[in-house]
């Protein structure tokens, strides 16, 4: 009990730890500014090519390695696989969210990252993304007799 | 002029990308979770609705550390100010805020994941699906920026 209380401890450290790192980096990389993303993707400053490959360069091989070397987690946990499947619905969200994303220039970790950088317009934002996943929620659990 | 493609340089973006990226593959080591953020705005509704969509296993199990991970992000944010860095003022409608906003939570929960999950944790999975992911919502966003850019708005 203590041992699993001290474990959950440290996971909730890591957790914020790693947050707040992902949003100091988020904030270095200008992107919890949405000028700066509509920027790239407008293609006038292609410098957020860049973070993504700095980003996705490290975790290719964490994610890679991580699990082959160590077996667990460091604090003895397994390692989670992202449960995806790609379909139509899928795409479909995909095609909204970039929608979304090119009217605005903002997407979920810059909002929360941005908002604690002093941008209190982002609560706008982050209050639409809140509405749209209760929207998703509601739909997506709408009595089987609708679903299709 | 390739210049002309990178007109503030690179420096700041491939060291913030970086930063972002330790940040996702800590979590990964130690917790064994990848590090995706839009989850975090479906579980945390499990609070309030009571809809069995919103009470699944999944949202009751992560709504802890995703709510302890969003705070980070923001505590990320602050420590940059903290820290003497300065953001510049940012001056973008609300009514585009609250559109994309909307789009962009319905659009991340419908398509299994955002930038970082699917753009960060997805491609440093090599899973195919988040790479056609990544083209699509990249594409869409080019497209949609460049048509207001074009028309003005």
Redo the contacts between chains.
């Keep these: 009990m203590k041992m699993a209380q001290s474990v959950s401890r440290f996971d909730t450290l890591a957790t914020l730890v790693s947050g707040l790192l992902f949003g100091f980096g988020l904030a270095w990389s200008t992107m919890i500014r949405p000028e700066s993303v509509l920027a790239f993707l407008t293609l006038d400053d292609l410098g957020l090519l860049f973070v993504l490959g700095a980003a996705v360069g490290i975790n290719l091989v964490v994610y890679q390695l991580a699990p082959r070397l160590l077996g667990r987690t460091l604090l003895g946990s397994s390692f989670e696989q992202r449960p995806f499947a790609l379909d139509r619905k899928a795409l479909l969200g995909g095609v909204l969210f970039g929608i979304g994303w090119g009217i605005c220039g903002v997407c979920p970790g810059p909002a929360l990252a941005g908002l604690g950088a002093g941008n209190a317009d982002l609560l706008i934002a982050l209050a639409g993304i809140f509405a749209g996943a209760l929207a998703h929620g509601l739909w997506a659990g709408r009595p089987a007799s609708a679903a299709g | 002029m390739p210049v002309t493609?990178?007109?503030?340089?690179?420096a700041?973006?491939?060291?913030?990308?970086?930063?972002?990226?330790?940040?996702?593959?800590?979590?990964?080591?130690?917790?064994?979770?990848?590090?995706?953020?839009?989850t975090?705005?479906?579980s945390?509704?499990s609070w309030l609705?009571r809809?069995?969509?919103?009470r699944q296993g999944?949202f009751l199990e992560s709504r802890y550390?995703r709510l302890?991970?969003?705070?980070?992000?923001?505590?990320?944010?602050?420590?940059?100010?903290l820290a003497g860095?300065s953001?510049?003022a940012?001056?973008?409608p609300?009514w585009?805020?609250?559109?994309?906003?909307?789009?962009?939570?319905?659009?991340?929960?419908?398509?299994?994941?955002?930038?970082?999950?699917?753009?960060?944790?997805?491609?440093?999975?090599?899973?195919?699906?988040?790479f056609?992911?990544v083209v699509?919502?990249?594409?869409?966003?080019?497209?949609?920026?460049?048509?207001?850019?074009w028309l003005g708005v």
Excluded at chain 2, 5 to 10: R, S, T, V
Excluded at chain 2, 103 to 114: E, P, S, V
């Design positions: 493609l990178f007109p503030h340089g690179i700041h973006y491939a060291l913030g990308g970086a930063i972002m990226g330790l940040g996702v593959a800590l979590l990964y080591v130690t917790t064994g979770r990848p590090g995706g953020v839009s975090f705005f479906s945390s509704w609705v809809s069995p969509f919103f999944a550390w302890v991970y969003a705070l980070g992000l923001v505590l990320g944010g602050g420590l940059f100010l860095q953001v510049e940012s001056h973008i609300a585009k805020l609250a559109l994309g906003g909307v789009l962009i939570g319905f659009g991340a929960r419908l398509g299994g994941g955002c930038t970082s999950g699917h753009g960060i944790c997805g491609m440093a999975s090599l899973s195919s699906g988040s056609v992911m699509t919502f990249l594409g869409t966003g080019i497209a949609t920026a460049s048509l207001f850019k």
